[in-house]
């Protein structure tokens, strides 16, 4: 079964940029939507930004539109999470997640139950003032 792991978190000045991968090993998750979820202290794991199987669309949470950045790389088994412009408020546990084969739009990753997604460990991101 597929593994995902996480890297590339940190801690970051505000106004700096971090780059998260995902890598897959155990299954490629080329023919699946791909997202990225993150969790602060005290609040609610919440949905950041997902690409569909194919990488030609992307959605993102209001509150980074413009200055997070996802894609993927089949080859590879990787996806990627450019963070830019971060701000105070940007401090979580990022977790990747993958939909199920077969299950290939933003949807399958913004609107599954979380047993439906395979899921990292998570990479801890800071920003400091």
């Known amino acids: 079964q597929v593994q995902l792991v996480e890297s590339g978190g940190g801690l970051v000045q505000a106004g700096g940029s971090l780059r998260l991968s995902c890598t897959a090993s155990g299954r490629t998750f080329s023919t699946s939507a791909v997202g990225w979820f993150r969790q602060a202290p005290g609040k609610e794991r919440e949905f950041v930004a997902a690409i569909n199987w194919g990488g030609h669309t992307t959605y993102y949470t209001d509150s980074v539109t413009g200055r997070f950045t996802i894609s993927r790389d089949d080859a590879n088994n990787a996806a990627y999470l450019q963070m830019n412009s971060l701000k105070l408020e940007d401090t979580a546990t990022y977790y990747c997640?993958?939909?199920?084969?077969?299950?290939?739009?933003?949807?399958?990753?913004?609107?599954?139950?979380?047993?439906?997604?395979?899921w990292g460990l998570g990479t801890q991101v800071t920003v400091s003032s």
């Open positions: 997640a993958a939909a199920r084969p077969g299950q290939t739009t933003i949807g399958a990753i913004v609107q599954a139950p979380p047993a439906n997604l395979i």
